[in-house]
């Protein structure tokens, strides 16, 4: 693991991620800038402190002259955003299988080149976009890819969250102190690089159809705010279907209220990401049906993407966790479900979304192909 | 009342809710362009068949002969859509207070003239945007003009039904028969005009605020189809507020799905047509509220609309019947509530709405003033 | 209709029931005990004052005396509950079709005796057990006699609301003086007796079977109050099928929470008053199916039973209403559905559940035969 | 470990449970009586096989030969029922903290013994009663303990589930092969002994009250079988209130639904299983308020119990952790929140309802004093 010692959040998620999954074991990593912190972490870890590195060149030197049988197999990015590129392409180079958190990087660029870095080394590369992890989103790809909806007429996302009104009700030079807000630390975007990626992907992974042009209305909200807090993006992908992502970090109230809905000329499906064990899907000639973990009737892919039987809560570990279990697979090279972990180009297509959203909102919302 | 004869579905819904509001009673009226069946229809509904016309000149001359005391006080009108601006015009030249049924007319200019008619007439006219009867929406309009939510942020109006669905999977000539999709007879818009409008109408009866101007991007997902049957509409509210509107016909499996978010920096607001009698406040700092009809701690206006007590579900006609007891209460010269029923300014505001959104999807999704 | 004059909750009730079904016309009654009110009511009601009268028998000799033609057809009840018994008697023996509001008498040898009575006039008489009303209930009642269930394992039916805790919290003298809680006036029973007896009836209108023995637990829940507020019956039915009623008027915050839930081998049916629309049926095997209105895939007993398309939510008027229709299909000798209105045999099983309850409670928490 | 080898269930549960706390690490066990079946297994998770032992008292006898530093901790026992007892007692005789499966014993009679082991032990000693490990149970607690629900009036608890339909539908033959109906491996109570004592825990728990008497109504459903699957149990509590559990495991389509409500006189809450983040409070006088975990608003010991920002779902291995992570800090000589791990205590209780609750089903439905 590269990052996400004492206090990091999101490295203590994919720790408890990787373990719930019963494939992973952590080894070492480097948890700090400052080597000191990071060695107290590993050892309250309970880890062999000689596997805590002080930096990311010391770690591949040090870890590739260990035999293979010894040697870290899979390394977890969970740095911060700008390091993210830097550090995929060495470990990728150096032969370690990569789990990067999102996003990917921070331009286009780097994405592809990325891209072809992951290509050459042969070797396995996850990004963890979550919610692709949980059972009835599974379901849910697996549904429309048998054509039960008929022709897809329409599909329509939704990312509020409220966590951000807090921030923005002080003076400007309270807003200044706080990095998500500014340009420099976090992007192009706050809410649709933050989270409308999330809707986005969703949307992609759901369908199996690329977007094919966003045209979007941002707003900071507030006059001195630099980044967006709110927007809408309208969306077009082939076979003349068309789509909307509704997202915002300033929605009172609001916690993680991630859907989804495709509607069909047959059928339609929905799914809410707060109430993640229940998919629904509508049509104009039955009753809607509620589907559920754990039942025979849902597909393979998804029957394998839980561990409970029936009626007991899985959540957004289990999410992860089932992630990293399709990458555990990847990685002994078994055979792995199509879409069991996002892959580099999910994060090719994220950038360019965050891109393309952006800029359509400069230049005066109009049309820009993705 | 005029039109809404034998097998009139939106005729007898008025009856049924003029009904329950206790405050009115069908004496006569227009009920078919066929006399004797018009007459079949009194006769059946149990009325003198004496003050049942053969046409709205008719009823008018015969109805002013009678003494102020038996003449009939207020017309609803239930026509098809093009009669509604003549009707209502002569009608209320004549003198008659008039509850006239959606769309109010066929152009804004015909609106327009109509508004200057009522004010001209001093008399009241209601026009049946249901939805503003139910006593959540009403609390809804209350609780947004408290102040309670701090700045609104963003508004989300979505509108799905899934019932055209079945009228367009057959051959072109199938759909050339069916007049909803027929411009000659269904006007400037489809999905959009029948029922993006409500929404619309949802939006600017609970905020108070006007919308300023709208991009849209419509959709009449099959080639050979003349009218949108889906479409997003961007919209822009005073003070920096966005909003969204969803609408689709095509949307398979889906109801009558009228829903609403009001989003501020302190709370926000969720009402959904199809459970009316819950009304959900979210804020950061507190669990979410959920407010139901018939408590104390409802704004007076709401609990002036229900009949029950609290768990006694009501519904649909109820809130039309709401509607018409407001009429009633302004034709009584008694005091209403602010909003105890939509009228002529809704209509011209609700015909701009359904212009602009066309004109901008024609014109390559661009802004238009409304 | 008797009784139900002004302020009169239940009397408006099924004045606007009865006008929303369309087939009912108010003409006159007997509206209070003081007849000079009763008389400001008609003439409030633009009712023709001639048809009110000042007693019951009055009512009936001069109804009597007019032509067939001109005479009331049929009389709802909505006086105290002392009076039920002995007005519907007398207006079944006079001629008079009766709906009766709940509970029909108040002891079991008046119920049996008013059984024998509408026997023998071969008059219609309809007990308003209004939940029998809704489309839903209709839908479950037919579902269940289709055997889908498979065989019925366990029914459990709940009734709770709250209202009664703000009427207990005073002191003793406070709590005497209200009728509901006096066994002089309200009978037997408080909340078995009001409300328990719904959950009852709704579970031998959907199951189509008859509980053959009780055993119940009921309370007080203050020492110095003399009926039951709160209990719990065990059920037996037949084929070895158990359930259990849960029933109290102390449960804070809740409205008017009536659920029923049949279960069987192969599938199970649940639905709630407060989402009177909705219909669940759970199955092992397959997703959880949920019914609604207004969809081809409903029987006909319930396709009958509502008016609007799907998605326009109907409620409690609606149902009365539904109970008014099928009693005028039948005043009219029309076929109507299995179950379109309970009747006076729904009356006499309710009334002996009543003081099987209370009697098992009295003698120590044993099995009564019913 | 003990048991949950190769293939064990609610072992892997427990080391998923243990993993995601981030406090337990898996050092040994003794996982399968075929002593080369439980090294593979140790070998397969990536254990010294050293620490796999043939059977407890090897385990025992080795492990104490180890200093206290390299020595394990404490033994999670998830073998068969019959076999919790004996391993229990050794472990905390030899000085072992012990985490053990539910149920406990097999007896009331172990289940005291075992209270007096632990006590003189005087070391920790926990009980998988998983589900008072939900951040909401926990809120639950602390909200009644506060004295916001005024007096309690009911307490409402069901567990109901559809799995053992498909093993009841054969023959005898077929049903005499399935342990779970088999009484010499079952126990006393099939439905009762696996689900309804979590509901009687859950009324303990959220409660502090401890149930004084229970009248129970069981059935077998089919005349060959031998013990309960499916019941209600009315129960008495101090301070006059009364309460029912209601369990099946034979409602078609039901999953693990567990549900709670303890209702009051100012305040009752609302808590099912299978939507484990909601908690709703209602109260007559206010809007219902819906209480979800990772808010300031909730009390420390319900913040303590989540891992994520609010929004974000966690389900039943998270309920487990905390359980796992509760006696993680015990064992550590932390101070813990009160009830965060059920102990002994609530296993002599459970021991305690099922034996009563069988024996008042046999003896004719009378009370029994707990």
Not at 60 to 89: C, D, F, G, K
Not at 116 to 135: D, E, I, N, Q, R
Request: glycine share 10%.
């Amino acid at each position: 693991m590269i990052g996400g010692g004492t206090g990091a959040f999101i490295g203590d998620a994919h720790r408890r991620a990787s373990r719930i999954c019963n494939d992973f074991q952590l080894i070492g990593g480097v948890f700090s800038k400052d080597f000191e912190k990071g060695k107290l972490f590993a050892a309250h870890e309970g880890l062999d402190t000689h596997r805590c590195y002080p930096d990311l060149n010391t770690f591949i030197e040090r870890e590739m002259a260990l035999s293979a049988n010894e040697r870290i197999e899979a390394v977890s990015i969970v740095t911060p955003n700008a390091l993210h590129y830097q550090s995929a392409s060495k470990l990728l180079k150096a032969g370690f299988h990569v789990i990067c958190e999102k996003p990917m990087t921070v331009t286009v660029e780097e994405a592809e080149d990325l891209q072809k870095t992951v290509k050459k080394s042969g070797l396995s590369f996850a990004l963890a976009h979550t919610y692709a992890g949980y059972p009835m989103v599974r379901q849910m790809r697996e549904l429309v890819k048998s054509g039960i909806l008929g022709n897809i007429h329409r599909v329509d996302a939704q990312y509020y969250q409220g966590w951000v009104n807090s921030m923005i009700q002080g003076t400007d030079s309270g807003i200044q102190g706080v990095w998500r807000l500014d340009p420099q630390h976090a992007g192009l975007s706050s809410c649709m690089g933050d989270i409308g990626v999330h809707a986005f992907h969703l949307i992609e992974y759901t369908t199996g159809l690329c977007v094919s042009r966003v045209l979007s209305d941002l707003s900071p909200v507030k006059d001195h705010i630099q980044l967006d807090l709110d927007g809408t993006v309208l969306l077009q992908l082939p076979h003349n279907i068309k789509g909307v992502i509704r997202s915002s970090q300033v929605t009172a109230g609001e916690e993680n209220n991630l859907t989804i809905g495709i509607y069909g000329s047959k059928a339609s499906l929905k799914w809410s990401q707060e109430n993640p064990n229940f998919l629904y899907m509508l049509s104009d000639t039955e009753p809607t049906k509620v589907y559920k973990p754990a039942h025979e009737y849902n597909t393979q892919f998804a029957e394998a993407s839980h561990m409970m039987p029936s009626g007991h809560p899985e959540g957004i570990y289990e999410a992860l966790g089932n992630i990293y279990k399709g990458m555990a697979k990847s990685i002994r090279g078994e055979d792995t479900f199509d879409g069991e972990f996002p892959g580099v180009l999910d994060g090719v297509r994220g950038m360019k979304f965050i891109k393309n959203v952006v800029e359509s909102n400069k230049e005066g919302n109009i049309w820009k192909e993705l």
